[in-house]
């Protein structure tokens, strides 16, 4: 029974951060696209390392954006 409890526990935080995230206000579109944008780089870092890349994050940015590493 304590896993059950345990899940119960995880189900009632997860509602709760749910509820708070409602609460939050709308991001503008401008907000929306760079959120997006920050996101699928790290999306993309996160899986070039498991390819077992060496770049970091901020060559990865200058990459995406072809500037010089």
Same mark, same amino acid.
């Given at each position: 029974m304590k896993i059950n409890r345990k899940i119960d526990i995880d189900i009632s935080k997860l509602v709760d951060l749910?509820?708070?995230a409602n609460s939050?206000?709308?991001l /503008?579109?401008?907000e929306k696209t760079k959120?997006?944008?920050m996101l699928a780089i790290d999306q993309l870092y996160?899986?070039?390392k498991l390819e077992g890349s060496n770049l970091t994050? /901020?060559?990865l940015d200058k990459a995406i954006h072809g500037t010089t590493i």
């Open positions: 749910q509820i708070e939050l206000p709308d /503008s579109h401008v959120f997006d944008h996160y899986s070039s994050r /901020s060559g």
